[in-house]
């Protein structure tokens, strides 16, 4: 039976997901509340990670772990790494990586973590392809496929946003998902990650984000609750 762990960083990010949930029940579990129900009839978890790459590995591994999901969902905001891409456009993952990992000197690419096989997580295909259904549903002619770049800042200067795009070839820049792509892996279990575009991830990041947080963060939510009822069918 599917059962859905969905992941975001921030309550914005999970608020509409958690008002549509069925049947919930709570648990607290290192610091995280934990809901688990029904989403669009299909078995689910949510949970607020909190910002950051090692609080949403806790937070993919504790699902895994304890509450059994067959599936993994991140689902939230992001910056822009492509011209094409504007505040309000949604993002799917085909594969994610890290742009703050570095062991150059000991031989390895950027990105690299020393024992993966990989160095960009890649993500479910059948998920890919539902996420982009449901995505091209909320909001048509607006999603993209590609690479996400994570890493643990807030990116807003337009030097460190063409790094990370040389580094990564990354559509776009958050800081969750390649950590959760990781656990994932590791985990051999199916992950896709859903992005909305918040910000243009530079000089005028401070003047966006406040101002279309909010819209992306639902938007994303509306594409995950769509995904559910994919999985469901």
């Known amino acids: 039976m599917t059962k859905l762990g969905i992941i975001g960083a921030m309550q914005v990010e999970v608020e509409i997901l958690l008002g549509r949930m069925e049947n919930k029940t709570e648990k607290n579990i290192a610091g995280s509340t934990f809901y688990e129900g029904t989403l669009e009839g299909l078995p689910a978890v949510v949970v607020q990670c909190g910002v950051g790459k090692v609080n949403a590995a806790i937070c993919a591994q504790i699902l895994c772990d304890c509450f059994g999901v067959t599936h993994l969902v ?5 910056g822009s790494l ?6 309000g456009d949604l ?15 000991f031989g390895y ?18 998920m890919m392809d539902y996420a982009f259904s449901a995505a091209e549903s909320v909001n048509p002619g607006h999603t993209k496929v590609g690479r996400i770049a994570s890493g643990d800042q807030f990116v ?11 580094l990564t070839h990354g559509l776009c820049t958050e ?8 656990t994932a892996y590791r985990n051999g279990i199916p992950f896709v990650i859903l992005r909305a575009i918040s910000d243009k991830a530079d000089d005028s990041a401070e003047m966006d984000y406040p101002t279309f947080e909010r819209i992306a963060a ?5 594409v995950t609750c769509k995904l559910a009822k994919m999985l469901n069918e």
């Not at 991140?74 to 992001?78: C, E, Q, R, S, V």
């Not at 969750?176 to 990781?182: K, L, N, R, S, V």
């Not at 639902?218 to 509306?222: D, K, T, V, W």
């Open 175 to 182: 800081m969750e998902g390649a950590a959760i792509a990781q």
């Open 82 to 87: 492509c011209a094409e891409l504007d505040i």
């Open 74 to 78: 991140n689902t939230g905001i992001a």
């Open 109 to 126: 690419p950027s990105g690299k973590v020393p024992g993966m096989d990989v160095i960009a997580f890649p993500a479910d295909e059948t």
């Open 156 to 166: 807003a200067e337009k030097a460190l946003k063409e790094r990370i795009i040389a």
């Open 218 to 222: 639902h938007r994303c939510a509306e």
């Open 91 to 105: 993002v799917v993952s085909r594969d994610a990586m890290y742009h703050d990992f570095d062991c150059n000197a």
